[in-house]
């Protein structure tokens, strides 16, 4: 099915990479939150190079007529790991917006499983461009989970802060980031989503 | 077109039996609120049931060859559903993370739209599975008007809270779960646009 | 590529001048906000004449066998512009809604961007029907970097409203009005997007 590594799967390749490099970073950031600008501006650049990877696909899409899966299949994925990083770029800019500074256990949590999640798109990808779709699965799978346990973190939350939290400025900032969070997990799945489709319809 | 009812039509149509079942146990518990975990524990038990299906028709794809109607249609249509079934899950668990235990006449008012719009759906999935597809359109029609009363609806109830509430805890609470049950309608709106476009290919 | 000027055609750029309509009539409202009810009628009168729009392309496409460009082009695009209109009516009923009767700055520039997002759709529809496709592109791009102009607005205004306003309620009224304004030009780069593979697929 696949000729060579082409440019096409280096650039999903290091979106993955970026993907890890963010939320590693990301999670880091939630454990110091003492440079609030520095951290977002830097998650910002990130969130750049990850548009750019966007841009170099679309535009080789745009002049080559052999991709070595459906165009459609590289745009879908393309946009839904550009969303992943969005989501968690939003995140980092709410603790900016909102001065957060005050550290968080939950957001500590989301954070982990972000984290997880991002490696096993990382080397979900890995195996797509290796030509070796069934290995995938195990990872889509594994990310379905962690959106799971992130679904779990979100009720736990946000129970938590209805019953402790009586500012109601200071609940409104929270419940965000914790609902962005959760949502960068559900980003995440539809990642996991368009990889099993990409599975589904080349096996 | 179609053969003899087969494991996606039946299975689809167990999805309508659950939608129908899970927003009409969450009619009756939002005129009760006096057990929270009981009802957000049933109403996720009923949620996972409706994954199951997802999950079923997923697998069943994957090995199929012949379809009764196009793959895509088959996904984008299970999908669609178990989205309604989550956004309803989503609605009964924020009674329980908001210890919300007060009834509310709008809260009602939605949950019969809602009961209204899943009765429609089913109705719409069994003449699918009938390959009656033009008799489909009434009920289609029918979900698009219940969206817009809900639309209506989510203008009434928020212009009340925020006239009347004061507590902005309160205020938080309430409108987001009219919000969500508004969503709810939105979800329906798409299985009914699904239906629409599968009705468009096939006739 | 294309025929003569057909009726997919007519109602797109009837949508694209309704668009343009609306979000200036949006745009005169919000520096005036003394008839909070009339404004959100009027905005609710031009969005109900976009879903006839939407509803005359359906029942087109449902009769006709030979399309300008490809029915899941037109449709796409449909739907993508409904949601434009969708999203500033959401807006507009947001004052009347929350009785919001107080100009602000960050609004003003928000609906002098989504205005001028409109002029580039409308424009960009306009030679889609001339059928210069590589034309649009220019207007794809400014569309992008209007979003991105909202964007930085929401930032900016939301960091503002955290810092100085002090109720929480006046708080969520103002987020919620940015964020939809936002979520508006969101929707503009959607067709945007729509509009880029169209190109891709046709030149």
Do not use: W
Not at 57 to 78: G, V, Y
Not at 89 to 113: G, H, P, Q, W
């Amino acid at each position: 099915m696949f000729k060579k590594k082409d440019i096409f799967f280096t650039t999903l390749e290091a979106m993955g990479d970026t993907l890890v490099e963010a939320t590693e970073y990301f999670a880091a950031g939630v454990s110091d939150l003492s440079n609030l600008t520095a951290f977002a501006k830097r998650m910002k650049e990130m969130e750049s190079q990850c548009d750019q990877f966007t841009h170099t696909i679309l535009k080789e899409l745009n002049k080559t007529f052999i991709t070595p899966i459906e165009r459609e299949d590289i745009m879908a994925l393309t946009t839904s790991l550009d969303d992943v990083l969005d989501g968690i770029e939003a995140c980092a800019s709410r603790f900016e917006m909102y001065n957060v500074r005050e550290k968080d256990e939950y957001i500590t949590l989301f954070a982990d499983v972000i984290v997880r999640s991002t490696h096993q798109i990382r080397k979900a990808i890995q195996l797509l461009t290796q030509k070796k779709l069934l290995a995938m699965r195990e990872h889509t799978i594994a990310i379905n989970e962690l959106e799971n346990q992130a679904d779990d973190l979100l009720r736990v939350s946000v129970t938590s802060l209805f019953a402790n939290v009586k500012d109601p400025i200071e609940l409104i900032k929270r419940k965000e980031i914790y609902e962005r969070l959760e949502q960068t997990t559900d980003y995440c799945e539809d990642v996991a989503n368009i990889l099993e489709s990409i599975i589904m319809r080349n096996s």
